[in-house]
């Protein structure tokens, strides 16, 4: 079996890697058995990311798939340049180009402090959210250019929306897409997260202000589905008697978090997905943000 240092070194073509380490820098905990740890690498003028994990883990092998299908679903699109490229995977070793940029959640706690500066969320939040329906309309293969995939991120949270310096959009951490669930998942998981972002320490408290009730978080909420809905025409997020059908809609977004959860052999005891349901389910008729 190949050492790490080997494995990058074959991947990136690059025999003097392996016999010089200084060139990799870890991060994290040091590596132990069945841990994923991280490196980077300079060659070719680039910086490279690898993920390393154990061989048998399917997450790094998935996310090499998820790469260069939505990277060729992508190419000839507006959102060509948004993903990690040139990805190459071998025996739990991913390599991947490295983007630089502010994580989204970084801003989102930034901004959602006062309230001169919510104008700027929403405005960060409707376009990550126009940048999610435009991926779902080219793995539809509706987009111009696109070739369709059939595809979602399957993790798409604020950690994972790079801000680059220019303002572009750079979506990273594939390991989770899945090529047959259902696309408004990834828009339930990003406005799930910015609500608990913007809340308290109490989830159940943060959803009701977010999803349940009149408020700003809300009112950031509700337009961030109608924009979806303007975006991509889909009648799962419509308004009005659609509501219930997008209550439903979420609940199956729930309980999909928590079976995957238990798939990874996560523990879903006090996570998020019961406090949210458990909140969803004392509240009578359509959430707030569903509604017309």
Request: hydrophobic fraction near 45%.
């Amino acid at each position: 079996m190949s050492t790490p240092f080997e494995l990058i070194a074959h991947l990136l073509d690059l025999e003097a890697l392996a016999a010089r380490p200084p060139f990799v820098v870890w991060s994290g905990k040091p590596p132990k058995p069945r841990w994923r740890y991280y490196a980077y690498a300079a060659a070719a003028g680039k910086v490279w990311l690898a993920k390393i994990g154990p061989p048998d883990d399917p997450r790094l092998a998935n996310e090499h798939a998820a790469l260069r299908a939505a990277g060729a679903a992508l190419a000839g699109t507006a959102l060509a340049g948004s993903l990690p490229a040139d990805a190459q995977y071998r025996e739990g070793c991913l390599i991947q180009e490295w983007l630089a940029g502010v994580p989204a959640i970084d801003l989102i706690l930034r901004y959602r402090r006062w309230s001169v500066a919510r104008p700027r969320l929403e405005a960060l939040c409707l376009r990550i959210v126009e940048w999610l329906a435009t991926f779902h309309r080219a793995a539809r293969g509706e987009a111009d250019g696109a070739a369709g995939i059939g595809r979602i991120h399957g993790d798409f949270a604020p950690s994972n929306v790079l801000i680059d310096p220019r303002g572009g959009l750079h979506i990273v951490d594939w390991e989770l897409s899945d090529p047959a669930e259902t696309q408004i998942f990834d828009l339930f998981h990003f406005l799930t997260f910015l609500t608990l972002s913007c809340g308290g320490a109490d989830r159940r408290e943060s959803f009701r202000r977010g999803f349940l009730t009149p408020t700003w978080l809300s009112a950031i909420v509700r337009r961030c589905f109608g924009h979806y809905h303007d975006l991509l025409g889909d009648s799962a997020v419509g308004r009005g008697d659609a509501g219930g059908a997008l209550r439903g809609a979420y609940e199956r977004y729930l309980a999909f978090i928590l079976a995957r959860r238990a798939d990874l052999g996560l523990a879903n005891e006090g996570h998020y997905g019961r406090d949210l349901d458990e909140a969803l389910t004392r509240w009578p008729g359509v959430p707030y943000v569903f509604a017309g």
